[in-house]
């Protein structure tokens, strides 16, 4: 049974900074297609950095609303990927998602897109304060 546990969340000031983790059972996320969400109070949930492994090293995708201030790593060893998210602001205030999926086979959807995972974890929340 595939499990996937966050960790990581709180409060910070406008500027400041977090680490997320996401810890991965009964799965092993180098072979997953992986990856953090968020969802904002009234909003859908969107895709903010997710890893695809295949060949020629995978692809590795992030939001344009995050690119430069957050950064996408994980720990094979550990099984565990992690979520470095500096320069925090307000609008970032959310709850944030790990997820995971052996690899979707349908028709093209953006790695970015949330139908295309499988997995979810319970959900860790973010708030940034101005």
């Known amino acids: 049974q595939v499990q996937l546990v966050e960790s990581g969340g709180g409060s910070v000031q406008t500027g400041g900074s977090l680490r997320l983790s996401c810890v991965a059972i009964?799965?092993?996320?180098?072979?997953?297609?992986v990856g953090w969400f968020r969802q904002a109070e009234g909003k859908e949930r969107e895709g903010i950095a997710v890893?695809?492994?295949?060949?020629?090293?995978?692809?590795?995708y992030y939001a344009d609303s995050v690119k430069g201030r957050f950064s996408f790593s994980r720990d094979n060893a550990k099984n565990t990927l992690y979520l470095q998210m500096d320069n925090l602001k307000p609008e970032d205030t959310a709850i944030y998602y790990c997820?995971?999926?052996?690899?979707?086979?349908?028709?093209?959807?953006?790695?970015?897109?949330?139908?295309?995972?499988?997995?979810w974890g319970q959900g860790t929340q973010v708030t940034v304060s101005s």
């Open positions: 997820a995971a999926d052996p690899g979707y086979t349908g028709d093209y959807i953006s790695p970015l897109v949330a139908r295309r995972y499988r997995y």
């Open positions: 009964g799965m092993t996320i180098s072979t997953y297609d």
């Open positions: 890893f695809t492994p295949g060949g020629g090293g995978g692809g590795l």
